[in-house]
């Protein structure tokens, strides 16, 4: 069977839910760490568990080059290859091909590029990329799509909601099409995504025609691409209202916790970015208070935890001063403890929301996290 999704209580538009997959239920709203390469930096499978995160979301692109959805598929897929038994989403690798390779074309066809690995060509068209991610045996999986740029002339965002339309029915057509022997779920679902850049009406027009094709849910994509903030926010929450409310929707690349928020009185049920895992490995820890660098000279004779009340593992058992210490003389323990605090915060931090629009008190923590951040 494909995912199943309920809503179990709706605050204004904000909405608690249940998202059944194949490798189990997901309470939403939910963040999902970004495992690109089959592994969420620095942290283990057991430890994402200990964090609280129920979802994990890895690449479609990343995972094709190396080491190869064959191989993957021959291990029984991603969830056994990794060691993970809880779901998975994976991204079609549309946005990586057009930030990380030397794109050579693209078209209605597909999108040929080379390797920013090794150079190597490669062509991802729709149905390639639904034949990678059968092979992960993730339990969602994105369709391509043209997400270009910012900045991005009109003619161009047009451009873009067309052939990802395009894309997305050929997509949905070869997932159907699917053989047996080539599909490692047999629960998996296919996600739409939105696109349309800061151009209102385009968008709009982009949730019709993608919607008209009856996916199990629906993204907004083509966000956090060098947009000033006020006009992500203002396109995130104009795309989900456009979104139906049966299906879940998925803000993909939203990574702040005021962002996340704002997404959730909207309307939105799944997140990911690379926010918590890329910054605790630069040092900086997520707090209810703000960020924290814990690289900071403050911090040197601090013997408390990153957060007072936190029980993850790190502030159960290491002070500020440890912390700093092992990140000032390079010790791979430091990355880990920051990254360990900061997934387990965004884990936290969906809990409270789910509770919050229970008791119908998130514009509350709306407030007081606008006060911080």
């Not at 740029?149 to 997509?171: D, H, K, N, Q």
């Amino acid at each position: 069977m494909p995912i199943q999704f309920e809503t179990k209580k709706i605050s204004g538009s904000a909405r608690t839910g249940l998202l059944e997959t194949p490798h189990g239920i997901v309470e939403t709203p939910a963040f999902m760490p970004v495992g690109t390469q089959g592994t969420v930096k620095a942290i283990s499978p057991r430890e994402l568990h200990e964090c609280g995160s129920q979802i994990i979301l890895s690449n479609a692109y990343h995972l094709y080059l190396r080491p190869g959805h064959e191989l993957i598929r021959k291990f029984g897929g991603l969830h056994r290859f990794m060691g993970w038994d809880c779901p998975i989403l994976t991204d079609s690798g549309g946005y990586q091909v057009y930030s990380l390779a030397d794109l050579n074309r693209i078209d209605d066809e597909g999108v040929l590029f080379q390797s920013h690995i090794d150079g190597s060509r490669h062509l991802f068209t729709p149905a390639k990329v639904v034949e990678v991610q059968a092979a992960l045996g993730s339990d969602i999986g994105m369709v391509l799509d043209d997400c270009p740029g910012y900045p991005c002339t009109r003619e161009r965002a047009a451009e873009a909601v067309r052939r990802s339309y395009l894309w997305a029915a050929s997509s949905r057509e070869a997932f159907e099409e699917l053989a047996p022997e080539e599909i490692t779920n047999r629960g998996q679902t296919l996600f739409g995504i939105i696109q349309g850049s800061v151009y209102p009406d385009l968008r709009s027009e982009s949730a019709r025609r993608i919607t008209d094709l009856d996916f199990e849910g629906y993204a907004v994509g083509g966000l956090s691409v060098g947009e000033p903030k006020e006009a992500m926010v203002d396109m995130m929450l104009h795309s989900i209202g456009d979104l139906p409310p049966d299906r879940p929707r998925y803000v993909m690349g939203i990574g702040y916790p005021l962002d996340i928020i704002e997404a959730v009185l909207a309307g939105a049920d799944l997140f990911d970015c690379v926010i918590p895992t890329r910054l605790g490995r630069n040092g900086t820890a997520f707090t209810d208070e703000g960020r924290l660098q814990v690289r900071n000279s403050e911090f040197s004779k601090q013997d408390r935890p990153i957060e007072e009340g936190c029980d993850c593992h790190t502030c159960r058992h290491f002070s500020r001063a440890y912390i700093r210490h092992l990140h000032n003389v390079g010790e791979i323990l430091g990355v880990r403890l920051t990254t360990i605090h900061n997934i387990h915060f965004f884990a936290s931090l969906l809990s409270r929301i789910r509770e919050s629009i229970e008791s119908d008190s998130l514009e509350k923590l709306r407030g007081r996290f606008y006060n911080f951040y």
